[in-house]
């Protein structure tokens, strides 16, 4: 061989050597999570079934706690155990508090201008400041104790009007109960007319507004595709961003009128009725921050209005659902009721420390029926190292409350509704104990934690107490069916209809 073909190959070598030192400088291998082969273009949406919550469930049994797919061409992590929660909703929880920017956020909540699809920022922290100092603080809440108590009482006539006879469904009841509870904390009065015809206090039906809060709870948890492969967002092929400018825009017409309503009485009091009478006052303080848009004070009644109402109403639909059942459970709960609370009165708030099995039936409900299957997605906004592997920024990340309620690991029989379970244990349910996420954890943790868990305890215990309850149709425990429809909260696929008899003397009911 020439020796100058001898320096050309020796030239070419150390060319390389450097090319690709330069190479994995600059784009040093990373560690990525375990998941399955993406195909080009969808990724791994393919994977990802009508109940996202049970398909990633089966698929971290394959993959682990920490998986990564892809949906489209863009990173998502799901997490499928509690020590893999507490890195990412505790340990490096400020990398991963925003919101991945979805077009449920745009369209549905005013340009991402409601605490839940806010990104983590300066508005997002002074909401959130507000919301927890201002508005859900124990004294405010107990300011509105007895509309939570009228509320109630409401609900137990209209119920008892129909016992005996009539089978009812209890998803007839419970969200008219919830509305009407938070839209006068949060609004001061209703606002929609309980008839089908509008009149001149109210710009909106209960139909309608209860239609809105259901799609607005759909579109927030459905996959869209345009969100993942950005080139369809232009076809839309789904139609959910379709359904969501008109739905966002009726919201804002709502609140617009709230808003003027509102204004217009401010001339007259300057003592806040109402939650909205808080908001408008703090939204006038010259030392705020930052100073909040009409976009997001709209949100910022929007995020009280939604989280309360479909949360609660179907976390007890849930738990009656359960109850029907197991009738053991019912009976051991009215033993409870009546050793600790008697025959003679309603149960308070206050009652709660006396009532541990109806707390235990709530947790349990919770457990396994966790409103939020999927916690709201996660999304980082750095690059950051979890459990000695990389994620990089701009990576969403699911949390499975679903899963993590039934992993056997850490819950005997998973499958089975066992409120005795939190008998023997301490398990708290806001956010300290990752095994039990209900409401989240972290920076994102529910804020209407104590207004939510209220109204969920009051109306299971009064309902309990107040009702013998009993399937209709000749239906047996067995029949009943336990599927789930998927959105950004899990709801029951198909109620049961009951029969209810009163177990109170009557003169309670009225
Ligand atoms: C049983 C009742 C309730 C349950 C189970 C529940 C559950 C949750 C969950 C799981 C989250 C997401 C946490 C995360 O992203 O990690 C959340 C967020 C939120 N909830 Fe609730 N909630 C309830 C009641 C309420 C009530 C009564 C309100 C207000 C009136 C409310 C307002 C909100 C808001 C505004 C957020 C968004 C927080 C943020 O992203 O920063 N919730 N809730």
Sequence with gaps: MEISSIYIALAWLVALTIISKVIKNKFPKRKLPPGPWPWPVIGNLNLVGSNPHESLHYLSQKYGDLMLLKFGSKPVLIVSSPEMAKEFLKTHDAIFASRPPLAAGKFTSFNFSDMTWAPYGRFWRQARKLYLSEIFNPKRLDSFKHIRVEETQALISRLHALSRSNPVYLRDHLPQFTLSTVSRIAMGRKYYSDESNLNESSPVTFEKLKWMLDDWFMLGGVINLGDWVPFLSWFDPQGYVKRMKPL?????????????????????????????DVILQLADDPNLEVKFTSDQIVGLIHGMQTGGIDTSASAVEWAFQELLRKPKIIEKANEELDRAIGKERWIQEEDF????????????????????ALLPPHYSIEDCCVAGYDIPKGTSVYVNAWSIGRNPKYWDKPEEFIPERFLENDIDIKGQNFTLLPFGSGRRRCPGYSLGIKLVRTTMANLLHGFNWKLAQDMKPEDICMEEVYGLTTHLKKPISMIMEPRLPLHLYN
């Design 248 to 276: 966002g825009k009726s919201f804002i017409e709502f609140y617009k009128y709230v808003l003027e309503d509102h204004k217009a009485k401010a001339k007259e009091t300057c003592v806040p009725k109402d939650m909205i």
């Design 353 to 372: 420390t006396r009532l541990p099995y109806i707390e235990a039936i709530i947790k349990e409900t919770f457990r396994l029926h966790p409103l939020c």
